[in-house]
């Protein structure tokens, strides 16, 4: 398996601009996690599946976030209007189950001028 | 969700054992203890994780106190590649398992040559 692979590595957009961010689990998994990392804040979880079901979504900072999972092998984060202070690397992880290992992806680089 | 502490940053020598301590004294007893680390401009990668007895893999070892209020993660050797943030998460187990990682701020571990 080719691991989570998350699309596209690097996003700069204007402010207001909608953004969509993309992530395949690893196939298999039943777990998955978006995760956004600032200097700031660290690292946060923002979101995270279960069997393609959201299950908390407690760290989504605002209406202008939302996540899908339409199928056990695509999600997606989305940010609109996009805002300078979304700037961040944002992650996604998968695991099997619970308890065992998250993997994760490389990350998006979102830049918001 | 239990807290972990741990010191924001340690140095260590090439090739020298590294001990990275945890403290969790809020842990319940069916919290799993997680180890990560991220190295720089990566995402975070799966160390170890445990329960109640002391685990070994062929990346380190994990050290739990009898009372499971703090644990110890062993790196036997360190090498230049090992530098990174080591972070400590408290997982739920049990029926309350939500199965998520939240991230605190890490040990920064430099190695030096």
């Known amino acids: 398996d080719a691991g989570v692979i998350q699309s596209p590595r690097h996003e700069v957009t204007e402010m207001g601009q909608e953004v969509t961010l993309r992530c395949k689990p690893i196939?298999?998994?039943?777990?998955l996690f978006w995760y956004r990392q600032t200097m700031m804040r660290g690292l946060e979880l923002l979101i995270y599946f279960n069997n393609n079901v959201p299950i908390d979504d407690s760290g989504m900072p605002e209406d202008r976030f939302s996540a899908k999972m339409p199928n056990a092998s695509f999600s997606t984060l989305k940010i609109q209007p996009s805002e300078p202070r979304d700037s961040a690397v944002y992650f996604c992880a998968s695991s099997y189950t619970r308890n065992t290992e998250a993997f994760f992806g490389q990350g998006t680089r979102l830049t918001v001028v | 969700d239990a807290k972990t502490t741990q010191p924001n940053s340690m140095e260590s020598n090439e090739e020298e054992p590294v001990h990275l301590p945890c403290n969790h004294s809020t842990i319940s007893g069916t919290d799993y203890i997680h180890w990560y680390r991220q190295l720089p401009s990566q995402g975070p990668e799966y160390v170890i994780h445990g329960l109640t007895s002391n685990v070994n893999n062929r990346m380190a070892s994990l050290a739990i106190a009898e009372d499971r209020k703090s644990s110890t993660l062993i790196l036997h050797r360190a090498t230049l590649r090992d530098a990174a943030v080591y972070y400590c998460?408290?997982?739920?187990?049990?029926?309350?398992?939500?199965?998520?990682?939240?991230f605190g701020q890490g040990t920064t571990l430099q190695v030096k040559p």
């Open positions: 196939s298999g998994h039943d777990y």
């Open positions: 998460i408290l997982s739920g187990g049990g029926s309350s398992n939500t199965g998520k990682l939240i």
